[in-house]
């Protein structure tokens, strides 16, 4: 009986993948609208402005990032988000001038900028594919990867797409 071995090439290859979803936050982030404590939606009158506040419960907002959003076309002074800040800081993890989904994709980027990466150093590094994710996840991670891996991939082991590859010291970078 003739036995065949079978050998997986995607092992054999030494393809190391990193997925970005092991570097999602895991943070519930909220949006804050100041729009709600605006005169009529629109204005802001400093004494109603901080009434209106001070009757806030800040503390649903502890251990999350906010998003301070504004939904109406109002001119909001600068001395606003600096009170906003002031009534947040001892709750909120990260408050931000931005939507929920910028604010995710911020810290998703910044735990990437942040991760130890050390164990893909001179690796054949795959990056997985994921088309829901943002394109900036992948412009930050080729950033980070390119000056230290030996090739750089997109997509799965089995059948990446080559974006980078060291040159051998002896290989010329004409073709």
Known sequence: MNQEIFMNKAEASGIIALDLLDYKPTTEIIELDIRD???????????????SIARVDFSVYNGKAVGITCSTDAIIPPWVYMFLMEKLSPYAVYVDLN??????LDL??????YADLKHY???????????????????TAA????PMVKSLMYG????????????????????
């Open 37 to 51: 404590f605006l005169f009529m939606g629109m204005i802001v009158k400093e004494k109603e402005f901080k009434e």
């Open 99 to 104: 939507n929920a989904e910028t604010i995710l």
């Open 108 to 113: 998703w980027k910044r735990r990437l900028i």
């Open 121 to 139: 150093k001179n690796q054949k590094v795959v990056v997985r594919a994921h088309s829901d994710h943002h394109p900036a996840l992948y412009l």
């Open 143 to 146: 950033e980070l990867l390119t």
């Open 156 to 175: 799965e082991i089995g059948l990446p797409k080559v974006i980078f590859k060291q040159k051998n010291k002896n290989e010329s970078n004409y073709i």
